[in-house]
């Protein structure tokens, strides 16, 4: 079955640290998506990245940057430098053959400043 | 180009009643999906529409139902309203089904308070 795992509920650092979200699947099929939204205050769902299962590339955008990992059916996501606007709920999905995203329960950012 | 627009923004209902909720989605999205995120909890899958059609539902009872029009915007019904249904309704659009096609982009959601 599938399963999108976000162990960690809430995380707080003080603005300008680095931070990473940890996100593990489980999917049976050898073609999927992953991805990653971002859920500010406001209640607006945001996506922010696509990976499919044959792209192992790390990808790096402006502070973000991504890890997947299939060897540990990991998608992690850093924001360098933090900031206070990184401040949201952090969600990481999952897609397969079975057409609907499979949500992990999100992570809670607090950036303080 | 516009987004996926909600409305509306609010809705204050009390037990029994009915509640109508419309998402229209980004222009050339065949798909609509609706989710439910009660206060501090994840995503929950309602319904998917996509070309008219209801593709699948999530493990709601029969008073949440829907519909997606010709020009592809939808309705999400929700009758005899519980205080439990109190939550954020989300709507998203894709371009379709395939799973290369699968990006989902989110609306702004409406609040609904169940007094």
């Known amino acids: 079955a599938q399963k999108v795992t976000q162990a960690q509920t809430e995380i707080s650092v003080v603005e300008k640290e680095d931070v990473t979200l940890d996100c593990v699947y489980e999917?049976?099929?050898?073609?999927?998506?992953l991805f990653w939204y971002k859920q500010p205050p406001s209640g607006e769902l945001v996506f922010l990245i696509r990976r499919n299962s044959f792209d192992e590339q790390n990808e790096i955008s402006g502070r973000y940057s991504w890890n997947f990992q299939k060897s540990t059916s990991s998608f992690n996501f850093t924001i360098t430098a933090s900031q206070v606007v990184d401040s949201a709920v952090y969600f990481c999905?999952?897609?397969?053959?079975?057409?609907?995203?499979?949500w992990g329960a999100g992570t809670k950012l607090i950036i303080k400043p | 180009e516009a987004g996926v627009t909600q409305s509306p923004t609010h809705l204050i209902k009390t037990r029994g009643q009915q509640a109508t909720l419309r998402c229209s989605p980004i222009s050339g999205h065949t798909s609509v999906y609706w989710y439910q995120q009660a206060l501090g909890l994840g995503l929950q899958f309602l319904l998917w529409y996509d070309e008219g059609e209801e593709r699948n539902r999530g493990n709601f009872p029969p008073r949440f139902s829907g519909r997606q029009f010709p020009n592809y915007s939808s309705e999400l019904n929700v009758n005899a309203l519980e205080l439990e249904d109190s939550a954020l309704y989300l709507c998203a659009s894709s371009l379709g089904d395939s799973l290369a096609k699968n990006i989902q982009y989110f609306g702004a959601g409406t609040r609904l308070s169940v007094l």
């Open positions: 999905a999952l897609k397969d053959s079975n057409y609907q995203l499979i």
């Open positions: 999917t049976r099929d050898t073609t999927y998506y």
